[in-house]
């Protein structure tokens, strides 16, 4: 099992920053990639940035060039910096792990992959 846990959401202005960060807890062996999705109100849940195992970063075009993902290794933390943020931003950020699919599907590990419990983040123009 994988526990999620993010915080650092809160109120904006477009332009401001704000920094998320999830604490990573629990038997991460199966882990492949972890990373940030969010979810506007009424809107499907959509990738936002993700690392590889192996250090690679990814990221949608829309926050291309304004947000980075990190990770501390020695803290068990992944973090999503945000800069020039925009109303369009405005959503619950989720905090993802996901497993190695073909361990998943051998039994080896428990499941696909494990989720937070959100963050939101409002952007006001």
């Known amino acids: 099992q994988v526990q999620l846990v993010e915080s650092g959401g809160g109120l904006a202005q477009a332009g401001d920053s704000l920094t998320l960060s999830c604490s990573v807890s629990?038997?991460?062996?199966?882990?492949?990639?972890i990373g940030w999705y969010r979810q506007a109100p009424g809107k499907q849940r959509e990738p936002v940035a993700a690392?590889?195992?192996?250090?690679?970063?990814e990221y949608v075009n829309a926050v291309k060039g304004r947000f980075t993902i990190s990770e501390d290794n020695a803290k068990n933390t992944i973090f999503l910096q945000m800069n020039s943020l925009k109303p369009e931003d405005t959503a619950v950020y989720y905090c993802?792990?996901?497993?190695?699919?073909?361990?998943?599907?051998?039994?080896?590990?428990?499941?696909?992959?494990?989720w937070g419990q959100g963050t939101q983040v409002t952007v006001s123009s």
């Open positions: 993802n792990a996901l497993n190695d699919a073909a361990r998943v599907a051998q039994g080896l590990c428990d499941q696909p992959d494990y």
């Open positions: 629990g038997d991460t062996t199966c882990m492949t990639a």
């Open positions: 690392i590889v195992k192996g250090g690679n970063a």
